[in-house]
């Protein structure tokens, strides 16, 4: 099979994936599309032959372009190679911050921490309204928060209200690695 004989397999699926994504029943996307349902159906089943206007209908009530109905569709995984995870260096490169979320998402964040020997770093108030959650996978880290000074050790969660200024610290000879998460609070 070559691939321009996918591309009916390609348009079902990607059809399919945007209008799950949008949340979008078979009959709310025909009606927004402005085509009838079976129409829309036998396009979805992989077998259909759509027309270059229904074509475009549905790419328009999807908020697309054609091509993306066409195209192979994309991955809904992705692998980072290590090199790749970006990463900011710190407190006169003491402290390495990995950048684990490769989406963007507003008030979220999962970082991998780590700090050379008796390293500091200052934290940067987040959001309101989020929490951080800390945990060491290697060493001991002491966080400053809300006038305390947290001594988090291997295994150990700390939470805490990821607004507030804080500032971690790492006393040790030894480095020390943690995982970071932040994260918006529900009301």
Known sequence: MDELDRVPLYLSRNINELRSRKNLSQQQLAQMAGIPRSTLTHIESGDGNPSLVNLLRVAAALGVGIEELLSRPRSQTS?????????????????????????????????????????????????????????VLQGEVVVHVAGENLVVRKGDVLAFPGHQPHGYRNLKKSPAVAISIVIPVPV
Request: hydrophobic share 35%.
């Open 79 to 135: 692998l980072i190679p290590a090199e790749k995870v970006p990463v900011q260096v710190r407190s006169g490169g003491l402290v390495r911050i990995h950048k684990l979320l490769p989406d963007k998402f507003r008030g979220i964040a999962i970082d991998r921490m780590e700090f050379e020997p008796e390293s500091a770093m200052g934290g940067q108030p987040h959001l309101n309204g989020t929490k951080e959650y800390m945990t």
